[in-house]
T-cell receptor
Framework: KQEVTQIPAALSVPEGENLVLNCSFTDSAIYNLQWFRQDPGKGLTSLLL?????REQTSGRLNASLDKSSGRSTLYIAASQPGDSATYLCAVKRKIEMDTGRRALTFGSGTRLQVQP | NAGVTQTPKFRVLKTGQSMTLLCAQDMNHEYMYWYRQDPGMGLRLIHYSVGEGTTAKGEVPDGYNVSRLKKQNFLLGLESAAPSQTSVYFC???????????????FGNGTRLTVT
């Protein structure tokens, strides 16, 4: 069974700081990994998707890396802004999900980020 | 382009009552999912569908039923609501045959359900 862990559960930083959010997973046989952002009372918005053959993906101030062998992914946010305040979730799609056709994701519990002005 | 739309946004039920949550997507996605989100537990898969007319159980299916009569709609039913079903419910969709490789998951804004 895949378990996805995100530490810390909450993080507060001053505006302008560079920060790293961590995600670890127990089953390294993954198909891809996805990072989401969730604002209070809203759904999840996909930020970055990394295929298992990739090492990293970048979008603007966001950079996500993937190390399958160690079961880890990091989301790097450069020059944080108050508008980055949200909960960030990582989710993995296991290879077996593709083999069985279910294609479902296993989610971590998220890191709640607060960027203070 | 609305993406994934869920109705209602909020609902309060009494124990034993029934209701149906509606999900609609306009991206021609094959796969649709229902998740529930509870504090400290992340999102857990309730049921899913790999195409029109098909449904299957996820991790926590007990107490729920689903139907996918049309490709764009996925309905989640609670026949006899229980307080343990108090949660935020999210519908998601993915996988268009035109873009099978990346197929990120797209979410609705959720339905907050309270069962008293």
């Amino acid at each position: 069974k895949q378990e996805v862990t995100q530490i810390p559960a909450a993080l507060s930083v001053p505006e302008g700081e560079n920060l790293v959010l961590n995600c670890s997973f127990t089953d390294s046989a993954i198909y891809n990994l996805q990072w989401f952002r969730q604002d209070p009372g809203k759904g999840l918005t996909s930020l970055l998707l990394i295929q298992s053959s990739q090492r990293e993906q970048t979008s603007g101030r966001l950079n996500a890396s993937l190390d399958k062998s160690s079961g880890r992914s990091t989301l790097y946010i450069a020059a944080s802004q108050p508008g980055d305040s949200a909960t960030y979730l990582c989710a993995v799609k296991r290879k077996i999900e593709m083999d069985t056709g279910r294609r479902a994701l296993t989610f971590g519990s998220g890191t709640r980020l607060q960027v203070q002005p | 382009n609305a993406g994934v739309t869920q109705t209602p946004k909020f609902r309060v039920l009494k124990t034993g009552q029934s209701m149906t949550l509606l999900c609609a997507q306009d991206m021609n996605h094959e796969y649709m999912y229902w998740y529930r989100q509870d504090p400290g537990m992340g999102l857990r898969l309730i049921h899913y569908s790999v195409g029109e007319g098909t449904t299957a159980k996820g991790e926590v299916p007990d107490g729920y039923n689903v139907s996918r009569l049309k490709k764009q709609n996925f309905l989640l039913g609670l026949e006899s609501a229980a307080p343990s079903q108090t949660s935020v419910y999210f519908c998601a969709s993915s996988y268009a045959r035109t873009d099978p490789i990346s197929s990120p998951l797209h979410f609705g804004n959720g339905t907050r359900l309270t069962v008293t």
